[in-house]
């Protein structure tokens, strides 16, 4: 490991996985400031700053002391805004707290990407990957402003890299939650009705995972910018991957066997970049017993 940050700052920290990072670090020891559009008052963090991560002076403000960042902040899908409000916000936001940031100079960031970048979740139509497992060279097909503005914020990081000599990793993270929330009712519907996953590729990360893999991304010993599938390594969906496969992305090169629940999602980089693995794995309601 790198020397680890003495400050963090973390966007978007009133968020699910903003709150789950604010945790890690507290146990980490480590001094945290959160930006947030508010205070919610119960924020694990000795400095919160309320403002948009897309104004320069808030980002400012918040950056006092830092040496690393996560950046969290953003509009989470493209339903919950116009095209114009989730594409410019999310876009302008990861430019924003880089720039500034990078400016500032700190040399570490995490950025959270999405599973989204690939094109897949969001199209109007049922879109197919090129190969599976996915990897990170995968072509992306992307048709909405959300995933749009995830291709853009990886195209943001590594240019921020190159111009302010910082390390950034964009996560690609998939859908999160914990067990009593969003993961049971997912996998509930992916038991009832697998092609509910088809777009997702049936995919999931618990939050407690999402926030390891954004404190390993500031921690270790890499330079550059780098693009990481952050999932659980094996998927949601009762059926196994094959069969899930053969049914909803017929005809898609098959690069690698995927036994059992094996998400179709190549984790290498995770493993090699962050030594990451999941830890926390939700077993999904056997087929024809979800209520």
């Known amino acids: 490991m790198a020397e680890p940050p003495r400050r963090v700052l973390v966007t978007g920290a009133a968020g699910r996985v903003g709150r789950a990072v604010l945790g890690l670090l507290a146990r980490q ?20 700053v309320t403002g948009r991560a897309d104004d320069p002076a808030a980002v400012r403000a918040a950056l006092d002391g830092v040496d690393a960042v996560i950046h969290l902040a953003a509009i989470p899908a493209p339903t919950l805004g116009t095209p114009e409000e ?20 700190v040399r570490r960031a995490a950025v ?31 048709e909405d402003p959300y995933g749009l503005s995830k291709q853009v914020d990886e195209a943001t990081a590594a240019m921020m890299a190159r111009r302010h000599g910082m390390t950034v990793v964009a996560l690609r993270y998939p859908l999160l939650g914990a ?5 049971g009712a997912r996998a509930a519907d992916y038991a009832e009705d697998p092609a509910s996953g088809a777009r997702e590729l049936w995919t999931y990360l618990d ?68 030594g990451f ?9 056997p087929a024809g017993e979800a209520s």
Do not use: C, K
């Not at 049922?126 to 599976?132: D, F, I, N, S």
């Not at 890499?222 to 599938?229: A, L, M, N, Q, S």
């Open 29 to 48: 020891g480590v001094a945290a400031s959160a930006l947030d559009l508010r205070d919610p008052g119960d924020l694990v963090a000795d400095r919160v």
């Open 277 to 285: 693995a999941a830890e926390h794995l939700y077993e999904p309601v």
């Open 207 to 274: 939050t407690r995972d999402a926030a390891r893999a954004a404190w390993l991304a500031i921690v270790r010993p890499i330079e550059g910018f780098h693009v990481v599938f952050a999932t659980a390594p094996v998927t949601l969906a009762p059926q196994p991957t094959e069969d899930l496969l053969a049914r909803f992305h017929p005809g898609v090169e098959r690069r690698a066997p995927m036994p059992g629940r094996t998400a179709p999602v190549d984790l290498t980089a995770a493993g090699t970049l962050l």
């Open 179 to 183: 067990p009593g929330d969003r993961l």
């Open 112 to 142: 959270a990407s999405s599973f989204s970048a690939l094109g897949l979740p969001w199209a109007a139509r049922a879109l197919h990957p090129a190969y599976v497992p996915v990897d990170e060279a995968l072509p992306l097909q992307v």
């Open 86 to 105: 989730v594409f410019l916000g999310n876009a302008g936001g990861t430019f924003v707290v880089l720039e500034e940031a990078g400016a500032a100079g």
